[in-house]
T-cell receptor
C-alpha cells in the first residue's frame, strides 16, 4: 500500500464548477500536511498547508481528519488556470528537516 | 531571482556515463534535498542534507553521490548511468516545517 493515496483522475470539469479531491495517508505519526500544485513539466509548488481545523485560501478549502487519516481539497468556481496536477503531501519530518511523502497526484482539467 | 536553481535543465546521455547535476539556493536555508520523479510521476525523496551533512538517504543506489560544498549548494553525481535512471530530478530546500521550495527540475534521459 502506498503511504499517500490519491485518485489519479483526470477530473474534467467546466469552468465555474466546484471540484473536490481526496487523499488518505497511512502513517499516523505524520505531522504536517499540504497540497502542492504541479503544472506540466514544472516543479511542484505549495498551494496550501492543511490544518485540523480546516482552512481556506480564496476559492480553495482544505480539510484534515487525523482520526480517519484523510485530507481533502475543495476548489470552488474553477478557472481554466486551475488545470494542473494536485499533489497531496505529508511531512514526516525529523530534527534535520522535512521528509515530504507525495501522493501520485490528481489531474484536474478545467474546460471552457 | 530564482530561489532554487539547478543545472542543466535537460540532460541526455548514454548508458554507462557519469554525469552531475548542480543545485544552488539563495534562500539561506539550512536543509537541501534531492527528489526523483519517475515516468509514473511519483515524487520520492532521495537525499536530505542539513548544513552540509547527509541526514536522509532513502535506499538510493550508491552510484548516486550527493555532495554539499556549502549549505547553499547540493550537487548530485551519478556514476554508470542506467536506463532506469531516466527521470526528472528536483532539488529543493527548506528552513521550517511548512515550506519546501523546489528547483525547476533536470530531465535526465539515458539512452
Amino acid at each position: 500500500r502506498k503511504e499517500v493515496e490519491q485518485d489519479p483522475g483526470p477530473f474534467n470539469v467546466p469552468e465555474g464548477a466546484t471540484v473536490a479531491f481526496n487523499c488518505t495517508y497511512s502513517n499516523s505519526a505524520s505531522q504536517s500536511f499540504f497540497w502542492y500544485r504541479q503544472d506540466c513539466r514544472k516543479e511542484p509548488k505549495l498551494l496550501m498547508s492543511v490544518y485540523s481545523s480546516g482552512n481556506e485560501d480564496g476559492r480553495f478549502t482544505a480539510q484534515l481528519n487525523r482520526a480517519s487519516q484523510y485530507i481533502s481539497l475543495l476548489i470552488r468556481d474553477s478557472k481554466l488556470s486551475d488545470s494542473a496536477t494536485y499533489l497531496c503531501v505529508v511531512n514526516n519530518h525529523n530534527n534535520a528537516g522535512n521528509m515530504l511523502t507525495f501522493g501520485g497526484g490528481t489531474r484536474l482539467m478545467v474546460k471552457p | 531571482d530564482t530561489a532554487v536553481s539547478q543545472t542543466p535543465k535537460y540532460l541526455v546521455t548514454q548508458m554507462g556515463n557519469d554525469k552531475s547535476i548542480k543545485c544552488e539556493q539563495n534562500l539561506g536555508h539550512d536543509t537541501m534535498y534531492w527528489y526523483k520523479q519517475d515516468s509514473k510521476k511519483f515524487l520520492k525523496i532521495m537525499f536530505s542534507y542539513n548544513n552540509k551533512e547527509l541526514i536522509i538517504n532513502e535506499t538510493v543506489p550508491n552510484r548516486f553521490s550527493p555532495k554539499s560544498p556549502d549549505k547553499a549548494h547540493l550537487n548530485l553525481h551519478i556514476n554508470s548511468l542506467e536506463l532506469g535512471d531516466s527521470a526528472v530530478y528536483f532539488c529543493a530546500s527548506s528552513q521550517d516545517l511548512y515550506s519546501t521550495f523546489f528547483g525547476q527540475g533536470t530531465r535526465l534521459t539515458v539512452v
